[in-house]
């Protein structure tokens, strides 16, 4: 079994993967000795972990104690990278999209990740990431908006979502609820109107907020970050 971490902006995934079967571990916000702790119940050897960060020192020396590697822009991978800049990519949404295309490959891919920041990605039916775009998450839009002006208040995303708003509450609260749902609509529209048999994949812990009207058939996998890194570890063993 090997061991597959997904660190993100403000929470950890782990979990084990025995060629078959992804089994999570640990979900949270990350603190070393719950992550340790949990690591420590599984007789997992080696693996790979992806972060959007610098990890501590600490946390790293730790990993590679493990017999873990990191995912990077130079790690191969089964799908063709066609990013400018692929030292700059981010590693967990490169995972992503490998992960959606071991999921389906042969098919023109949409993958969202809807976390602190949104992402979204595009990989073709020939197997080749082609590039993606970044926006502000939801949390991010609530608090942008009630540090960058003299007003208007803190919101949060629980309470009603009218189409508009009949108070600031609710005006902000749609604003941004409503806002990001035709965003994510949005570009499934686009892409599916260029590619008709597009597939979506709904990742990150704000996914599940959306209920997405589109055409284009939708997964929601949460471990897709997870998958990647598992397809990646199996495409490098059965390289060597």
Known sequence: MTLLLDFGNTR????????TTLETVFSGRYTP?????????TDAEGGMWCAVHPLEKETERWLLSKGLSPLRWDT???????????QTLGMD????????????????LLIVDAG??????????????????????VDMRFRSLHEHTGALPMVDRNGDIPIFGN??????????????????????????????????FLTGGDAESFDIKAKSTTFAVPDLVLRGLARIVDFNEKEI
Do not use: C
């Not at 191969?76 to 692929?86: A, D, E, H, K, Q």
């Not at 108070?167 to 409503?178: K, L």
């Open 116 to 137: 602190t920041a949104i992402t979204y990605d595009f990989v073709s039916a020939d197997g080749v990431y082609r590039g993606g775009n970044i926006a502000p998450g």
């Open 76 to 86: 191969p991978v089964p799908i063709r990278n066609s990013y400018s800049t692929p």
């Open 93 to 108: 949404r490169l995972a992503a999209a490998v992960g959606a295309w071991s999921m389906k490959p042969g098919h023109d």
């Open 33 to 41: 000795d719950g992550l340790k702790d949990a690591v420590r119940m």
């Open 12 to 19: 950890v995934k782990a979990a084990v993967w025995d060629g």
């Open 167 to 200: 108070d600031t509450f609710t005006a902000i609260r749609s604003g941004v609820m409503v806002g990001v749902r035709h965003e994510l609509e949005g570009y499934i529209e686009e892409l599916g109107s260029l590619y008709p048999s597009l597939l979506v």
